[in-house]
C-alpha cells in the first residue's frame, strides 16, 4: 500500500484553489506553480551539518564520482543541487536577475565548474545534472556548512533548508545529542499537526572512532545500535546509520593508479608498514620504508585517511588483489549500502506523502504572509486535511517508535512500525510477506492484523500514547484491507 489517492487529490486541489484566491498576487502565484511542480518533482534530501562534517564526500560517494564540494571564485560554498541528467550541466541561480547556465566539463571522473566570475552573496544555488543512477530517485542537496548548533544562526540555516527540502540526511561525528535543537529548529517552522520531516542521522565519520583502529568500522555500528536500543534516536529522527564517508567515496571512485600505489603498501611487510600508518606525518615523511613520492602519499592519504590505508593494505593482503573486488569491498564495509537502504526505506518510499508535506507547510506559509478575508476557506480546508491525513498519522508514529515515545513491547513495537510502513510501503512489506503472496493470503494476514491490534487498543496494560497508537495501527490495516477489496 502506498500514500492514498486521496490525499495526492486533496493536495492539488487545495493548490489549485489557492491559485485562484491569490491570482491577484505575481509572487503567490509564481509560488504555488512552484509548489505544483515539486510535487512531480523527485524526492529534493538536504545533506546538512557542520564543518567537516562529510557532507560533501557523502554527496560524491552516492552519486559515485568526485562531483562535491562546488565553490564560488571567493571560496565559499553555496547549495548545490544535483540531479539526474543525460550529460553534465551546471545552471546558476543568482540572488537578482536571470538563471545563468555556466561551463561545466566531466575531467578524469571528476566535475569542473567555472565559477571564477560569481561570489557569494550574489548566488542563490546552483543545479547540477549529472548522469547518476542513484540520482534518478532523490535530488541531493549539498548545502554550505552550518554554524554553530546553539547558534540562532544554525536554527535560521535550518529552517530554510527545511523549507526547500523533503527529507533531510543531517551529519554527525558523534551521537553525544547536540544535533537535537538543530533539528528541532528546523521541525518547528512546520505545522506541527504534520509530524516530523523523515531525518535520517548519519554518524558520517565513523572511521574515526577507537582513534582509527581496524575495528573502527564495528565498534561505530555498534554503537549506533546500543543509541537506537536505548532510546537516543531524537524525536524528529527515522533512523540513525554509521557511515566512512571517505572510504565509500574512495571505493566509488577508485583510480587505477590509486591501486598501483596501494598495491605496492601492501607489499610491505605489516609489522613495518604499521609503524608509518600511525600518523599522517610518519606516513608523508622522509623516511618511508619504499620509493613512493610524497605528492602520491599526500594523495592517498587525503583519498583514504589513515584508517583507510591500513583497511585498503589488509583487505589486499587477503586476496583483493583487483581493482573492482577491492572498490566492493570498501563499499561493503563503509556502511554506504546501509544508507541507501534506509534513504529508500524512510524517504523515497514515502515520496508522496512526503511531497504532499512539503506543498502543504509551504501554502501555510503564504497563508501566515499574505492573509486574504477570501483565504478563510482554505485556513480551514488546510487544517483539516493537516488533521485527517492518515498519511501524516503513519509518520508520526514511525517517529514515537524510534525515539521511545510510545511505550510497547519490543515486538510489539516492530510489527506496528512495519504495518505502518516503517519497513516499506507496499502491501506484502507492511505484512511481513517477502515472496509471491496471493489476494486471499495477504487478505487473511492483513485481517489477522486488525484484530490483534483492536485488542491492543483497549489493553490497559498498555499507556493512553500506545493505544493510540495501536488505533493508528488499526486504521493502516482497514486501509489495507480496504485496497484489497478494491483490488
Given at each position: 500500500m502506498t500514500v492514498g489517492p486521496g490525499l495526492d487529490q486533496s493536495v492539488r486541489a487545495i493548490l489549485h484553489e489557492a491559485l485562484e484566491v491569490y491570482r491577484d498576487s505575481p509572487r503567490a502565484v509564481g509560488w504555488l506553480r512552484h509548489q505544483q511542480a515539486r510535487l512531480a518533482a523527485p524526492l529534493a534530501v538536504a545533506v546538512v551539518g557542520g564543518p567537516k562534517s562529510g557532507k560533501s564526500t557523502l554527496v560524491s560517494a552516492f552519486v559515485g564520482e568526485d562531483v562535491a564540494p562546488v565553490e564560488l571564485a571567493d571560496g565559499s560554498q553555496v547549495s548545490t543541487w544535483y540531479q539526474d541528467g543525460p550529460q553534465p550541466r551546471a545552471v546558476l541561480y543568482a540572488a537578482r536577475g536571470p538563471r545563468q547556465e555556466v561551463p561545466v566539463a566531466r575531467r578524469d571522473r571528476r566535475l569542473d565548474i567555472d565559477l571564477r566570475q560569481w561570489r557569494s552573496p550574489g548566488v542563490d544555488?546552483?543545479?547540477?545534472?549529472?548522469?547518476?543512477?542513484?540520482?534518478?530517485?532523490v535530488t541531493l542537496i549539498d548545502t554550505p556548512a552550518l554554524p554553530p548548533p546553539d547558534s540562532d544562526a544554525a536554527s535560521a540555516a535550518m529552517e530554510r533548508i527545511a523549507g526547500e527540502a523533503d527529507g533531510l540526511l543531517y551529519l554527525v561525528r558523534d551521537t553525544q545529542g547536540g544535533e537535537q535543537p538543530v533539528l528541532r529548529a528546523a521541525h518547528d517552522r512546520a505545522a506541527p499537526t504534520t509530524g516530523p520531516v523523515s531525518t535520517l542521522v548519519v554518524l558520517s565519520r565513523a572511521d574515526e572512532i577507537g582513534a582509527g583502529r581496524i575495528d573502527a568500522l564495528s565498534s561505530a555500528k555498534q554503537i549506533v545500535r546500543r543509541?537506537?536500543?536505548?532510546?537516543?534516536?531524537?524525536?524528529?529522527?527515522?533512523?540513525?546509520?554509521?557511515?566512512?564517508?571517505?572510504?565509500?567515496?574512495?571505493?566509488?571512485?577508485?583510480?587505477?593508479n590509486e591501486f598501483a600505489a596501494l598495491t605496492a603498501l601492501a607489499g610491505v611487510p605489516r609489522a613495518e608498514l604499521d609503524d608509518f600508518l600511525l600518523s599522517a606525518d610518519r606516513f608523508t615523511g622522509a623516511r618511508f620504508p619504499i620509493a613512493l613520492d610524497a605528492d602520491i602519499r599526500h594523495a592517498l592519504l587525503r583519498r583514504f585517511g589513515i584508517f583507510g590505508l591500513k583497511l585498503v593494505t589488509t583487505l589486499i593482503r587477503r586476496g583483493n588483489a583487483n581493482p573492482t573486488t577491492l572498490a566492493a569491498e570498501l563499499v561493503r564495509r563503509s556502511g554506504l549500502g546501509e544508507l541507501r537502504e534506509s534513504i529508500g526505506?524512510?524517504?523515497?518510499?514515502?515520496?508522496e506523502v512526503l511531497k504532499a508535506r512539503s506543498a502543504l507547510i509551504a501554502l501555510d506559509t503564504l497563508l501566515r504572509a499574505e492573509p486574504l478575508p477570501a483565504a478563510r476557506k482554505l485556513v480551514a480546508d488546510l487544517e483539516r486535511l493537516l488533521v485527517s491525513a492518515h498519511d501524516f498519522h503513519e509518520l508520526r508514529l514511525l517517529s514515537a517508535i524510534a525515539a521511545g515515545r510510545v511505550a510497547l513491547p519490543d515486538e510489539l513495537a516492530a510489527e506496528a512500525g512495519r504495518l505502518v510502513g516503517g519497513e516499506g510501503t507496499t502491501l506484502p512489506e507492511r505484512l511481513g510477506i517477502d515472496y509471491q503472496a496471493g489476494p486471499a493470503e495477504l487478505h487473511q494476514r492483513a485481517f489477522d492484523a486488525l484484530r490483534r491490534w483492536h485488542r491492543e487498543t483497549v489493553n490497559p496494560l498498555l499507556s493512553s500514547t500506545a493505544r493510540r497508537g495501536?488505533?493508528?495501527?488499526?486504521?493502516?490495516?482497514?486501509?489495507m484491507l480496504t485496497q484489497l477489496s478494491a483490488s
Open positions: 544555488r546552483i543545479v547540477v545534472d549529472w548522469p547518476a543512477r542513484n540520482l534518478r530517485d543509541y537506537r536500543r536505548e532510546g537516543g534516536t531524537p524525536a524528529v529522527c527515522q533512523n540513525v546509520i554509521a557511515l566512512a564517508a571517505l572510504l565509500a567515496q574512495a571505493g566509488r571512485t577508485l583510480r587505477d526505506q524512510f524517504l523515497v518510499g514515502r515520496r495501536a488505533a493508528t495501527v488499526v486504521r493502516s490495516c482497514e486501509a
